[in-house]
């Protein structure tokens, strides 16, 4: 991954303070360890009338994929990092704006004791990026850069110099250009728009995050056209944290604005209001949808297989109808969360005699889990590998065996509508695989015939006409044998 900076000067003033601006010595070679490989800082050209600052890094694979392991949700492997790990090595992204940001801290701040005065002018820049993987094509790019001061030249990597007719990677050559910019400003620019265009999950995004884009941001993203699309992909296409970050943007606008800016932004943000409603969460209809059918069920046992941080098991506690509740899921970080959650240790004799929380895994038959009136796999299957997943049927289907079983997984066709329509879902970064409603009804029936239940779909979320509801649900039932009505 590779990155220029360059800059033209005279004698009075010199090119070669770029060294000064950016805190590293034109004369020296450094490298620097990062989080995710080691940094070069290196001077391709010194001279008085130009210079240029490259940036090198070279990405550990390895330490990328044990640093994604540690992070995954509940210490699954991200399998979005098969990708990270072919191309990241190569392509200009968010690591590169990581190494930007650790190599070159001071001058993103502005900061120069040497040369105080020339870090808060603007000065002549060009950057290259040869290898720049741009979600959104040379169309965004120029989107992106233009409104902040820059002429943008993007031309397209073709998949194979040899093979023109294979067409365009989705990599471009980028070649930026101002007189207009601090090397501050330009180094925060790069830092919050390398990961935009990349827009590959970007597994370390953490509440912090919000503050850190902020932080960025300043004097530049309040007031961007593309505001929307920079803060929701820089955030992953968090809802609740670009929600929060574009809640806080406004805020900074209002600060700004003078008072008939303020009234036509009042105007706009009601109007906003009236089209496009703060949708209902989605993991809020999948519990609801969840509590119709065990209530249909008259299910009073339930199990909640895969339960994560425990927010079914805290909904189910609060209704009486449901006498013994289990939580169980294989990771025990999860486990401690969803005990904080449900303050297990605070819990009167009564309430704490109705919930358990175990450890276990689905890919094993488990003893424990026999007899229940019903079992709930929600946005469960999709973390298993698929070889995996007929040992999770045996387990539940086979095994378990509970009366009503509740799967609910991702629509993959509605994935679609996500960009225009951020409904407070997140596909995860650890999901092996999304189905189409096709897929998902294939497999459930198959399930249902190979242990004698019958199966029956529900859409959760708002069905759309054309690609189905965001998440689908299937509810299995078999009816009762003598020897369960023995074993009750
Ligand atoms: N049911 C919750 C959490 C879904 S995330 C909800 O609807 O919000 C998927 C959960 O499945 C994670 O907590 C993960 O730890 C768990 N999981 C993945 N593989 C598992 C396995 N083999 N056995 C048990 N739990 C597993």
Known sequence: MFLTISTTGTPERPATDLGFLLHKHPDKAQA????????????PEAGELRCTAALLLEVDAVTLVRRGKGKGRGGAPDAALAQYVNDRP????????????????SAMRGVCTARPERAAEPLPLRVEVPALPARGGPELVRRLFEPLGWRAGVEPVALDAEFPEWGDSRYVRLVLESETLTLAEALRHLYVLLPVLDDAK???????????????GEGWLPG?????????????????LTRQAM???ELVRLAESDDSEV?????AVEADAETEERPTPLAVHRRQAILTELHAAGAARVLDLGCGQGQLVQELLKDTRFTEIVGLDVSVRALTIASRRLKLDRLGERQASRVKLWQG???YTDRRLKGYDAAVLSEVIEHLDLPRLPALEYAVFGSARPRTVLVTTPNVEYNVRWESLPAGHVRHGDHRFEWTREEFRTWAAAVAERHGYQVGFRPVGPDDP???????MAVFSRTVTEKDAKAA
């Open 263 to 267: 009234e036509e932004l009042d105007n």
């Open 224 to 240: 961007h056209p593309e505001q929307k699309l920079i803060t929701s992909r820089y955030l992953s296409r968090r809802w609740s």
């Open 361 to 363: 895994s689905l890919a």
């Open 32 to 43: 620097f360890s990062t989080s995710y490989g080691r940094a070069h800082v290196l001077y």
């Open 202 to 216: 970007h597994y370390w995004v953490a509440a912090d995050e919000v503050d850190k884009l902020l932080r960025a």
């Open 466 to 472: 054309e690609v189905g509801p965001p998440t689908q």
């Open 247 to 249: 809640e806080r943007l």
């Open 90 to 105: 190569y392509a200009a992204s968010s690591l590169l704006a990581v190494a930007l940001s650790s190599v070159f801290s």
